[in-house]
């Protein structure tokens, strides 16, 4: 089992930044993609970023593209998700998640949820 656990919400105005944080604990060695997904009131959740066990691949969400920046250290087995020109529409509970193989976009696909971290964009 791999546990995750979410960190880094808040509210913040439009315009700003968050860093979100996601620490994973127990059967890590198996674990090789980790992603973040979203889900707003009254929505499906979304796929926002994911990045591969190396780092070197990543993938980002239209919706956030060239606002976040996915990133991880192995070494303390967490991974970031780093948002900027953050705006109301942003505004949805964070989840992270684990998987056992290569990176994906789909709920589906992954493995491991953490309890996610709520993120408020708003004046």
């Known amino acids: 089992q791999v546990q995750l656990v979410e960190s880094g919400g808040g509210l913040v105005q439009p315009g700003g930044s968050l860093r979100l944080s996601c620490a994973a604990s127990?059967?890590?060695?198996?674990?090789?993609?980790m992603g973040w997904f979203r889900q707003a009131p009254g929505k499906e959740r979304e796929f926002v970023a994911a990045i591969s066990w190396t780092g070197i691949t990543k993938y980002y969400a239209d919706s956030v593209k060239g606002r976040c920046t996915i990133s991880r250290d192995n070494a303390k087995n967490t991974v970031f998700v780093q948002m900027n020109s953050l705006k109301p529409e942003d505004t949805a509970v964070y989840y992270c998640a684990a998987r056992h193989s290569s990176v994906a976009v789909t709920t589906l696909e992954y493995d491991y949820w953490g309890q996610g971290t709520q993120v408020t964009v708003s004046s």
């Open positions: 127990g059967s890590i060695v198996s674990v090789s993609a």
